[in-house]
């Protein structure tokens, strides 16, 4: 493959215009130590047809959804992506776009981006969104690097019925002795109210929470602001067609994995970093953001805004170091909840709801496995606690052609359920289940 | 040859939002009926008034942004000249061969033995990425290039800190991006600011007289961003090393020396890359991007765990977790793979011959515009190009017209503007960086367009102070919009 488009003529009266005699004499300034004396040992390059025959090949090797039936979930979740989402968000005049720093030449990513601003807030129920971050645990992350600004304190309580791989994350971040780390116990799977003490920056919640389970949150979020801590929820936007919005539960910053609105599942990204506060941090807030205005003939326009947060300007002062972000999944974002609108997120978010308590009822039921947390309420994922390991109860379940998990520890198995999974699918994996432990 | 530029004409467009657009019981989607009994949310967890979100039909969504991504300007547009972001055309067949369901459709936490190909996918980009940057091993864990560095400088710390000391500061020169400084803050070390000499090159003296054992490290890009090679580069490398300091190489101007010259040989220890500039993978307005960080073998220790690992006797690849002294995860799955399949396209799709032809037409393609325009924007420094340049835009400051006016007369001329007020210590800077992928052609309309603007700044300067005239919206108020901030409907 070449994409460079000079002519053998094309080089030579290019180097004349230049009044140079060879390519070589391009790189002459580089000591000659330093040149690379020899090939790169990378193979020769391929024309576009044995390049899509070694893809074809590579792709061949995986084993995907849609041809093993996914009801895995823990951070990643196979929910319908409409039609419209990539064959607009996949138009070139955006995807082969550059950050939008000449706005008379980027309305339509910048007005995208404001529109996704607004349905950030909307969901959240929290006034301030930013135009997008790298995933969930990153946006973590940045929200406790807010919540040590605004309190001038550096412990983070977080429930230890949060994501693994969020806790994980936010630990190497803080290793730079920004702040550490303690976990609240979420005994019977909900995260228990915690004493807050005065050095308490943030209190983290994941709402639902890893296991699936509803949290209790607008009680930890009280705890938390009597101690003049910030309240941190980490939340599934899918569930907030049906779910009291994070705003509503006494968040005051919410982060979230954006992936389901409209992204594919493309092994763990590119994904989406969601993160909505309150005007208090408007100006701690990381990244990027959009505003509305006027151009010099008065008619409305979007640039980049409060730009004095952000590293190009504020260098080793700025609220944080990202640049480029997730922009086309916040774009492709903005077309998926378009599409749904208020009434199917509401109907997407029954659909869970209903789909994962009924494979819930049926499992317990029907076969020798028991929930992890017979009593709680969750969204659209529950834990099943097997006698066998999980991960032979999950290599059992693949051979039979189904996707679940990931393990929860030594003694449990997240099972998800979306939106496009049947009744017949749902009771073709209890079948399986029950298969599996017998 | 300029591609079509984002022009207002004929009626007046139709601009409203899509809050704008909504009507009452108006819908897009569909599902299928609940095919379950229905359950509900219990009372104190239940959402009483749904979001406000539009309602909207499909034909409406559609319009609307397909109108949308006609007044945005992109690489299929058009010439797109901006300095230290290589703005190369991106392959169609790479957004195919990403668009494989056994690419596409994976999920994060499907067993090893299920994707394979995956697995082999990455350790293979791994395997080409070591050899053109001259490094051992490397993570794909980083989504964006500031994420690459901050993962850089967290293994830097933990380096230092297993041999005894973390050390305080990192030293960066005045002509790097902002977000060198933003990310050694954020590794928790202070920022130490070393000159760029007359030439434009770190100021070797300079550097010698601050360095000592509390520094951990010099980050660099090399090419630098003012598109010079650092001649020096073992000198400096030699007095890093010789305190112990580490070396960091910015891979944002990597594209220069691909098959040419490579980090490794030159002294340096972390490398982080940028996949959206080096590899082609498309910008998507802002991102999403991959920054994967190589380093040498005595920092392998540290990478962020997992990282892919080949069974030569069975051929099989897995996750290596048993990584002791890793800084830990610093993404939450295995980084942006779905970017990462396409530079792997890009690299291989090119090969060694391709990738060093690559670096030489980007740098031919930079000394040619610099030839064709610098009697009217003059470089900021002597010293011969590689894949960019800055020139100056001071020449016109007496007639009153700014870089800025220049970079906005362009956009009515047809082009998008090069990056301007950008290395900080150029005055009126405008950074050009044409990349490979531009013809000859395209390089003289542009330095035609840059030499009548130039021309019009002593003749007519209002047609540069008024610009931009014919697009669909024209300067716009930013301090209005700090001032009084409207970020949501």
Redesign the interface.
Known sequence: MRFAPHTDDDVRAMLAACSLSSIDELFSHIPPKLRLDRELAIPEGLSEMELVSEMRRLAARNRHADELMCFAGGGAYDHYVPAAVWALAGRSELYTSYTPYQPELSQGVLQSLFEYQSMITALTGLEVSNASLYDGPTALVEAAHMSTGATGRTRILLSEAVDRRYVQTLRTYGAGEHFTVDTIPAPGGVTAVPDVGGDVAAVVVQHPNFYGNLEPTAAVFDAARAAGARAIQVFDPLSLGILAPPGELGADIAVGEGQGLGNHLSYGGPYLGLIAARPADLRRMPGRIVGETVDVDGRRGFVLTLQAREQHIRREKATSNICTNQTLMAVASTVYLAWLGPHGLAELGRQCLAKSRYAADRISDLTPAELMWPGAEFFKEFAVRTETPPRQVQRKLLDAGFLVGPAVGDEGLLVSVTERRTREEIDRLVKAFGEALS | MTGA??RRDGPDID?R???ERSRPGR???S??E?????????G?????E???????S?TD??R???R??????????GF?P?GS?S?????K?A???AA????????????ED?????L??LWRLER?LC??TGMARATFQP?????G??TGL?IM??YHTKNGNPRSKVVIPDSS???N?????????K?VQVPSDPRGLVDLAALERLVDEDIAGLMLTNPNTLGL?E?E??GVAAAMHRVGALLYYDGANLNA?M????PG??GFDIVHM?T?KTF?T????????A?PVAVNARLEPFL?APVVALDEESGLYHWDHDRPDS?????????????L?RA??Y????????????G??A???A??LA??VKDAFPLAFP??P?HEFVATARPLRKGGVRAMDV??RL?DLGF??PTVY?PLIVEEAMMIEPT?????ETLDAFAEAMLQAAKEAHEDPHLLHEA?VT????????A???RE?????
């Not at chain 2, 749904?50 to 909207?56: A, I, R, S, W």
């Not at chain 2, 299920?114 to 995956?118: D, E, K, L, R, Y």
């Not at chain 2, 490979?436 to 000859?440: P, R, V």
């Open positions: 530029p984002v601009r939002t899509l809050k819908r897009a989607w599902m299928p609940l095919d379950v009994p229905g359950t509900e949310v219990s104190r967890q239940r959402r009483q749904p979001p406000d979100l539009p309602e909207v499909e969504i559609v609307h942004f397909t949308l991504s006609q007044i945005n300007y992109g690489v299929d547009t797109y901006l972001c703005m190369k055309y991106n392959p067949v957004e195919t061969v494989l369901p056994g690419f596409q459709r994976l999920h994060p936490h499907q067993p299920t994707v394979q190909g995956a082999e996918l080409a050899e053109i989504p964006a290039g500031a994420s560095e901050l967290m710390r933990a991006h902002g977000t400084p933003a990310s050694v803050t954020l590794s928790g070390y920022v090679f001649e580069i073992q020396i098959g040419r010259a490579r040989d030159m940028n959206h082609a498309p910008h998507g307005g802002g991102g999403p991007g920054g962020p800084i830990g995860r610093v993404h939450g799955f295995h980084g942006n793979f779905g970017v399949v792997f396209a690299v291989f799709g090119h090969g060694r011959d391709g990738l060093r032809e690559v030489e037409r740098v031919l393609n000394n040619y030839c064709r010293g011969r590689m970079a906005k956009i998008h503007p950008f490979e992928t531009e013809s000859l931009p697009t669909p919206v024209r300067r716009l108020d930013e209005r919009a700090a901030p409207k970020l949501h409907w």
